[in-house]
């Protein structure tokens, strides 16, 4: 049998990009030689396995051929004549289809290397159809590889858009749709890949709140904003920024087309509520207090947090106005209940003159 390490790991490299993960293929073995060597099974559909001490991927070369709709209905092959070639050609771009063996040598059948050094991400063959999943994938490709230069290539922009106009990607899964919407977030360009998706028609499909308010100029709005981004809290706060313009009301709608992670709809309902509001350096003390009491900043300091650094991020009149609600939220949020039970107000009371008590105090600080 024989080894080469494939796929993400080849390109990386080759690009003098960190390697996240190796893959491997292995041609001219079988599961039971693998097990036999102490490598673990994973997954029951593909012949995939994990190394005994390294616990890389190590994948017996195969064929697949789609014979059905969708994302089910593949036939594999992996028999241990399948060759190394026959692997490589059902991969998505040229450039994830290089191979390199265990004496560094570099196997390019479809001329990956070129395109590298063209900065061209090229559909290898045909197969590119079989698995929509692609089109996001390419266009996260994009994103990421932007600011070294590298474009689509034109026939496989055409090949995604008519995937598109015929349904294909109406199959993925919601998971699978938000695992690369993640992915892009966390390469930082996420407003190229949504300019690959909306030229190729696929933005109304994905992100439909979000393809009636993109547009070239909001593209470049959004890649200025993304460059402020950092912190543990990146990945939630690009992705506010990236969906500012939508309506809080779709908010709902999207969260259900991606079935979102809590944190998300929280961060963006609040967002997209509360930072329209507050702009000329004008906040009404009620909608303030409104911002706190449905980020809940009474128990959960940390979703006006969040808020306020991301808030504090769209310029500088939005960054004076984000220490002043900081200034409002420690004030507030120091009202002690108990002093006023002490004064005497009972029931409803007690609630009233507290929300009268975090007014006064929030109007001391932006009137
Ligand atoms: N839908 C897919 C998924 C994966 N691959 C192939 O499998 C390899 C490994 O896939 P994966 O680990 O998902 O992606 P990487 O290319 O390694 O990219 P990343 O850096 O995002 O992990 C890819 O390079 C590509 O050759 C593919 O052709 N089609």
């Known amino acids: 049998m024989k080894i080469y390490l494939v796929g993400g790991a080849v390109r990386d490299k080759l690009l003098n990009r960190p390697i996240k993960e ?50 089910t209905g593949f036939i594999c092959d992996f028999t241990p004549d399948v060759t190394l070639e026959e692997d490589l050609i059902r991969r998505d771009l040229t450039v994830n289809a290089m191979a390199e063996d265990e004496g560094g040598n570099i196997i390019d059948p479809f001329n990956g290397q070129a395109d590298l050094e063209q900065k061209c991400l090229r559909h290898v063959s045909d197969a590119f159809c079989e698995d929509p999943l692609r089109i996001l994938r390419v266009a996260r490709f994009a994103a990421r590889y932007h600011y070294l230069g590298f474009t689509i290539a034109p026939e496989t922009k055409q090949l995604m858009q008519e995937m598109v106009a015929q349904g294909e990607i109406n199959t993925l899964t919601k998971e699978r749709i938000w695992l690369e919407i993640e992915k892009s977030l966390a390469d930082g360009a996420i407003n190229v890949f949504t300019d690959v998706l909306a030229e190729i ?23 200025t904003l993304l460059t402020r981004v950092a912190g543990e809290n990146q990945l939630i706060i690009a992705f506010c920024l990236w969906l500012k313009e939508i309506q809080p009301t779709e908010v709902k709608t999207l969260s259900e087309r991606l079935r979102l992670p809590n944190a998300y709809v929280d961060a963006l309902s609040l967002f997209t509520t509360f930072a329209p509001i507050f702009t000329h350096n004008q906040a009404p003390v009620e909608q303030v207090l409104a911002l706190f009491n449905q980020a809940d900043v009474w128990r959960r300091p940390e979703r006006l947090n969040l808020f306020i650094e991301t808030f504090a991020l769209l310029g500088e009149e939005h960054s004076a106005l984000a220490r002043k609600l900081q200034s409002a939220a420690t004030k507030t949020t120091a009202i002690d209940v108990q002093a006023i039970i002490k004064q005497g107000f009972k029931g409803a009371e007690i609630k009233q003159q507290l929300a009268r008590a975090r007014e006064q105090a929030i109007a001391g600080i932006f009137e």
């Not at 190590?58 to 709709?69: I, N």
């Not at 994905?206 to 593209?219: E, G, R, V």
Request: glycine share 6%.
């Open 201 to 223: 028609n696929a933005l109304p499909v994905i992100l439909p709140p979000l393809a009636n308010h993109w547009s070239p100029d909001y593209s470049q709005e959004i890649a």
């Open 22 to 71: 190796s893959d491997y293929v292995v041609v001219g073995s079988t599961p039971d030689e693998l097990l036999a060597l102490g490598y673990q099974q994973v997954g029951s559909d593909f012949p995939v396995f994990l190394h005994p001490e390294t616990k890389d991927e190590y994948a017996l070369a195969r064929t697949e051929r789609k014979s059905g709709q969708g994302y």
